[in-house]
């Protein structure tokens, strides 16, 4: 995070991205999410509309998209805020990314339970499939960011790529997803660990086994 | 009104007040970093940690917790003591030690707070954070290592500047304080948040490496930019001025003042005319003071004799011209030098009758013929207050941007004459309706049918709770103009009265926007302080004091008699004005009736009395019953806010800041 900046406001920039617009189906979605908010709160849309536009942004490069300055200048002039008061917004939140990155936008999570549970391989094998942190590799499909944590710490390790999130990794399934990304597949996303459909027990249950079969009361017990 | 117990004596405080304000009213001071009275509260630096009881047990930000009834309130426990002990070993944490090459050293929070109550030693072994330079324009110089995130500057852009330009990007310990792509801060009071900055992370770029506090010679004075008459402070060392802050005055200026009247000190040291020079075929001649005014002498004018005063002279100085061409015979005094001339018989309906403070409250104003943010940038300020409270606000003129919302009904002075309906109604419907007449308006002879207006709509009223509303104003742009209406200092058909009496003798008291050339026949004898306009056009220049050399007091738009005194001496052979008047009445055989400053004051104050009371002058009611229509493209006198008046265009940061900030150019760094 230490490292987030804003891309440099460069000509070829602007050129690229001077003329950005909603698409036609964005800018109806557009018109739904600002609807969303009672008169003269419109500038609260700026953060769905900020996601929005990195999507588009995403559909254009074919990545998951980012928010180079004249585009998020644009979702301000759509809410008619001051640019200085988006990009406050923009680089606060580390979803919104501020430089290109890869089709595939590789985020492990390196907070402790999931480092406890051996993150520390699942960095090393994005390390060794060479895969930049903060740019893009050379075939244009991995950016690697180490995150703090997701919220997925039942089913530790876990990353997240692009919207998915990927669980129960070890460096070999993780090596499988990648893999399977790259071949422009679908992989199973969730949990990887065979047998398990979500963030059930992984083993038998060791607490509250009384509510498996009927909802006990155990206010008495405390 | 709450009671709380404030380290155990009981206060009964305001409602609504914060517990931070409680305990100030207690006497007792709580240090703090975010926290500013005209600022909304933030509360994030944790610097004012107060004990409350009832509440969790655990310190809490005295600036963002309403004090409430029955509350036991500690500054002075040992949970007090340490909670600020641990923030500001925090704040230190990241903050460079720099002090000795810091230009806020000296005058600044952190490093007063951090000895009063701080540790005193760091734990701290790590790295410091480093942020790395933020361009914010010629004026604020940033060295944003040094910033404790108070976000004050960004509150001011936003709440009192009306600009949002200045944000907090990232966050957490990576958060910077930055101007969108590191653009220049472009509004006129943009160099308030030098100011406001508690530490050192905004300081003033001309002022880079000068002095240090201690050494200056802080004296009171009043800013002559324009005609809002902000308090200041002069800070000089020896005899040179180095710097101008404002002073808080809740009724003028609060506590802003203008990157104009704040920056035009290094004008103060160019282009100054230190000796007398007279011109022989054609060349201005360096001579002595005796030559000088013997040439005066010789020109012998008797009582074909003018005087015109320039925007930024004393009462002093125009009394004392007055008397000299009294005695001389001669009562053609003008001080509306661009040729406006509006009747100045009553003085109440030239003047900013509704206060800058009152103006604040106003619910409806119309606008005529004045940029206000370039004409007095302060009142900018509070008009946006006015709109925060609900004001609605109309303008006839060319469109300007105004920072809040204004509706344009036309640029031409006669939409005056017939005011759209829904603007009527609004103006109608209003408790405080108000109407500011700027100097673009008064010459298109907005005055007559701006009180026709007023008189319809009863500016002036008695409110419901008995005090008295008028909302009829004027907005001046000298500072001399009320003063030197005061002084009779008007003609009725303006300065072409005094340019077709063919004067023998013009004198010119640092008047310098004048069209000399319909003085060709006359000898122009210039006494100002820069060499200006009115210099280029003298036949004879005698060295005067810019208002920093001399006392002198000046009214402000508002008719609000200010006193200001004199911070240094004036360069080389420079004397102050009224010496100088003095000297010539000498030469010229003629009595004034003064021979020292205190006997000039006396008899100022005997001819006119205002003059002697400081505030508000009472100028009696409107002349009722007059109408009159407006007509004509109204054009802004003010082409450029940096450069309007002589000291202004000698200065090198001014013109850097209008060739910048107003023309666009790009300027290199400039090698330092």
Known sequence: MADRHLYPDTPELRARWGAFAWTVENAEKAKVIVARYPEGRQRSAVMPLLDLAQRQVGAETQTQGWLPIPVMEYVAAYLDMPIIRVIEVATFYTMYNLVPVGKFHVQVCGTTPCMLRGSDDLIAACKKRKMPTGGVSEDGLWTFTEVECMGNCASAPMVQINDDNYEDLTAERLDAVLDAL???????????????HTVEPAGALSNLTAMVSENHDYRGEW | MPKVKVDGVEIEVPQGATVLQACELAGKEIPRFCYHERLSIAGNCRMCLVEVKPGPPKPQASCALPAAEGQEIRTDS??????????????????????????????????????????????????????????????????????????????????????????????????QISTYLEKAATHELSANVIDLCPVGALTSRPYAFEARPWELKKTLSIDVSDAVGSNIRVDARGREVLRILPRINDDVNEEWLSDKGRYMVDGLAKRRLDRPFIRLDGKLK????????????????????????????????????????????????????????????????????????????????????????????????????????????????PVWDATYPVEFLGED???????????????????????????????????????????????????EDGSGWNGFNVLHMAASRMGGLMLGYAQAGGIADLAAAKPKMLLSLGADEVDYTKFADSMIVYVGHHGDKGAHAADVILPASAFTEKAGIYVNTEGRVQFAEKAVFAPGDAREDWAILRALAEVLGVNVGFDSFDELRAALFAQVPAFAQEGLVDYGALPAGVTGSASGQITYPIKDFYLTNPIARSSDTLARCSAELLHGEKLAEAAE
């Open chain 1, 182 to 196: 790259a071949r422009g597949e679908s992989p199973k996303t969730g949990t990887q660990e065979p047998g398990r």
């Open chain 2, 286 to 397: 360096a001579v002595s003071w005796d030559e000088a005014l013997a040439a005066v002498a010789k020109i012998a004018p008797g009582s074909s004799v003018a005087a015109v005063a320039g925007d930024l002279v004393d009462v002093e100085t125009m009394f004392a011209a007055k008397q000299l061409l009294a005695g001389l015979g001669s009562s053609l005094l003008e001080g509306r030098q661009t040729g406006l001339a509006y009747t100045a018989t009553n003085l109440a309906a030239v003047n900013f009758n509704s206060t800058f403070a009152g103006i604040e409250s106003a619910d409806a104003i119309l606008i005529v013929g004045s940029h206000i943010r370039w004409e007095a940038a302060v009142l900018n300020a509070r008009l946006r207050k006015a709109v925060k409270r609900g004001a609605k606000v109309f303008a006839i003129g």
């Open chain 2, 413 to 463: 002075a006669a939409v005056l004459n017939q005011l759209p309906a829904h603007v009527w109604s609004a103006l109608q419907g209003a408790t405080r309706p108000a109407l500011i007449l700027g100097g673009a308006a008064l010459a298109k002879g907005a005055l007559e049918a701006a009180l026709g207006v007023s008189d319809q709509l009863g500016l002036v009223r008695t409110l």
């Open chain 2, 78 to 175: 040992e949970m007090v003591k340490k909670a600020r002990e641990g923030v500001m070993e925090f704040l230190l944490i990241n903050h460079p030690l720099d002090c000795p090459i810091c230009d806020q050293g000296g005058e600044c929070d952190l490093q007063d707070q951090s000895v009063a109550y701080g540790r005193g030693t760091s734990r701290y072994h790590e790295h410091k954070r480093a942020v790395t330079e933020k361009y914010m324009g010629p004026l604020i110089k940033t060295v944003m290592t040094r910033c404790i995130q108070c976000t004050r500057c960004v509150r001011f852009s936003e709440e009192i500047a009306g600009v949002d330009e200045i944000g907090a990007l990232y966050r957490g310990e990576n958060m």
